[in-house]
């Protein structure tokens, strides 16, 4: 009789043992997760630099400043071009 409540005893004390370590397992998942997912929001979420509609505008300045007027000059045909290759 002494042994099974010994038994009991120590299946007892390894049932808690075995519920502090699913509660140490999961405050790790979630701390695990949590690092995820904000990795993931700085590496794919918003930028923090803004630009506005005059720094994009600094690249059409070619655009702004072309005379329609001016007629594009005629294409010419260059002649082939070979070079000697070593094997």
Known sequence: MKTQSNSAAEL????????????????QNEWLLEQFRLLRRK?????????????????????????????EPPLTEVKAHYTRTFA
């Open 43 to 71: 590496q794919y979420g918003a930028s923090s630099e803004q630009s506005s509609a005059d720094q994009m505008n600094l690249f059409n300045e070619t655009e702004a400043t072309f005379d329609l007027s001016v007629t």
């Open 12 to 27: 007892l004390d390894i049932i808690e043992e075995k519920d502090r370590r699913i509660t140490e397992l999961e405050q």
